[in-house]
């Protein structure tokens, strides 16, 4: 009876003893997963897909001369002068020059209209902005009317064009009429009229400067409504190929481009290339002039760039990644050039989820330069290939390699202005997301399969988080987490203490933020305050020495693993 009273006591005293120290460690640590680690830590790796483009960016348009919008005010004193003119002559020689002026006129004012209409979209946004219904309105109707205008006065052009082609076969300048005709109607979208003014501007004035023009016209209608379809591209190209004919004229060197995009919709890649090689090299020869909008080289609608980014999205389909950089030096001589090449090339392929090939290039990258405010960059989107591979070891190897870069870059004093900011704001974006979900990811699938290597691998990277980013909010879930996992899986308590203890720290820190702070007011409010016993403002932080902080830690409860004697 006596035996069997004492088992009972000693059973009591363990199991109150037990729950004391897990009472104590609540208290000081927070609560604890004691099955999975918080899924909300772990950031977000999903890799935004963006969609194929299946014509250029740079459109005709962009590239062409546009047509200059004179004062409003003068020219419609011009074109109420024309009209009277035209009415009082009988001079039928005069006649279609009159009309064909007045032509141009009415597509100027339908052009000034076009541009106004455009305007009321940036007015139209200001008001979605303040929530103003009165503003969004409107904006709405003034564009509509604007945009009445527009079809109004094109359609007195066409109007006048037409009288010409009917009434003056003879005229001179019938070709330019024509042309003009054509281009109102195809931008008007009555394309079938437009090809019709176009043929006969072919057909009855072969030697006309528009030839090449008309033709390109063709090519553009073709390709337009191919939808990927293959007669359609190959009678798209035929045309440009007529319209590139003509290397005198200015559509030359985009008919070029647009023969390039035409075999990359037809899936041959290497005929694409030679396309778009070509408008390069005839653009370093000839000059911005024969290439460029307005002539200027750095405009945004720069057809060489776009012919080297078409370039390499055509590299992309079918190239050797292992030949990316010597090939692209055949139509970039310049270094920076060729680099930017190279970038686009591995962000085509991590987009298009080729880990493989973007690694490689992301890594061709560092080499040329290490020191680049977009190396961190490259090295997290490496990390991120090498994880979808399925490679912990590997994975683990370049976040160590991605840390040493991080610092290199940030210690290396490259970071100068916005652009070099924001690109390492960026970089250090990603390998949180990354990190935080290798080390939650991990961690959750060593608690299911108790494997030792998956729980060490977490460990590496929990260590290189917390060193990128000890400031993170989600460092102080982290750390305590990592912690939970040295002490319960690896059995390192020594370092599981010293990652308790700051969790600690924090949690007291948080608890002393939370209570009420109110400021005693005079001598007489801080010797009440004192006397009454009561705490009303909260215990300032003690600096504490190493020595203190070491005590801190013994007294920390340990965990009694695998029949280990429990220390402290």
């Known amino acids: 009876m006596r035996r069997s009273l004492l088992v009972c006591l000693v059973l009591l005293t363990s199991m109150a003893s037990a729950q004391e120290k897990k009472a104590l460690r609540d208290a000081d640590l927070g609560k604890k997963s004691t099955t999975t680690v918080d899924k909300s830590l772990a950031g977000d790796i999903t890799r935004p897909k963006e969609a194929q483009q299946a014509a250029p960016t740079l459109q005709y348009d962009q590239f062409r001369l546009g047509v200059e919008v004179q004062v409003a005010s003068k020219r419609r004193e011009q074109i109420e002068s024309l009209r009277k003119i035209i009415s009082l002559s009988p001079d039928q020689k005069e006649a279609p020059s009159l009309l064909f002026r007045l032509g141009e006129l009415y597509w100027e004012e339908s052009k000034f209209f076009f541009f106004e209409a455009n305007r009321k979209d940036d007015e139209l946004i200001v008001a979605m902005n303040r929530n103003d219904a009165a503003g969004q309105q409107k904006a709405k109707a ?6 009445a205008k527009v ?16 009434e003056f076969p003879k005229f001179e300048r019938t070709d330019e009429v024509l042309f003009f005709l054509g281009q109102y109607l195809m931008e008007d979208g009555q394309d079938k009229k437009a090809l019709v003014a176009f043929k006969r501007l072919i057909e009855k004035h072969p030697t006309s400067k528009y030839i090449p023009d008309a033709y390109f016209a063709f090519g ?3 390709f337009n409504n191919s939808k990927g379809k293959r007669p359609e591209l190959e009678k798209a190209l035929v045309a440009y190929k007529k319209a590139a004919e003509f290397p005198e004229n200015q559509v030359y060197a985009f008919a070029l481009y647009k023969q390039g995009w035409c075999y990359f919709n037809m899936g041959e890649y290497e005929s694409a290339k030679d396309k778009y090689k070509t408008v390069v090299l005839y653009g370093e020869l000839a000059g911005a002039a024969a290439v460029e909008k307005d002539g200027k080289a750095k405009a945004k609608g720069s057809l060489v760039r776009e012919a080297r ?8 389909r079918e190239g050797d990644v292992t030949q990316a950089r010597a090939d692209f030096g055949k139509v970039a001589t310049n270094p920076e050039d060729r ?17 493989r090939e973007a690694a490689i290039t992301y890594n061709a990258l560092i080499k040329e330069k290490p020191l680049s405010p977009e190396s961190p960059g490259f090295q997290g989107k490496i990390v991120d290939c090498i994880l979808r591979m399925g490679n912990k070891e590997r994975t683990v190897a370049q976040v160590r390699r991605l840390v040493k870069i991080m610092k290199d870059v940030e210690s290396s004093g490259v970071i100068k202005d916005d652009k070099d900011k924001k690109a390492l704001a960026e970089a250090k974006e990603l390998s949180e997301r990354t990190l935080s979900n290798l080390a939650v990811t991990w961690h959750n699938e060593g608690k299911k399969t108790r494997n030792e290597e998956t729980f060490k691998y977490a460990d590496a990277v929990y260590s290189d988080y917390l060193t990128l980013f000890p400031e993170n909010p989600k460092a102080y879930d982290l750390r305590f987490f990592w912690a939970e996992l040295l002490n319960d899986n690896l059995q390192n308590f020594d370092k599981a203490a010293a990652n308790y203890t700051p969790h600690a720290e924090e949690v007291a820190a948080r608890r002393v933020r939370a209570l009420p702070q109110v400021r005693p007011q005079g001598r007489q409010a801080r010797g009440d305050r004192l006397q009454g016993g009561e705490h009303l403002l909260p215990p300032q932080p003690l600096r504490r020495s190493g020595a203190a902080l070491q005590r801190d830690r013994a007294r920390l409860p340990r965990v009694q693993v695998r029949g280990r004697p429990a220390r402290g």
Do not use: C, H, P, W
């Open 142 to 147: 003034e564009k509509a009317e604007l945009m």
């Open 339 to 355: 680099f930017a090449m190279m970038k686009q090339l591995a962000n085509l392929y991590y987009g298009d989820g080729k880990d």
């Open 309 to 316: 980014a078409d370039y390499v999205r055509s590299f992309a």
């Open 220 to 222: 553009e209608y073709y």
């Open 151 to 166: 079809k109004e006065n094109g359609k007195y052009a066409v109007e006048q064009y037409t009288k010409i082609v009917q």
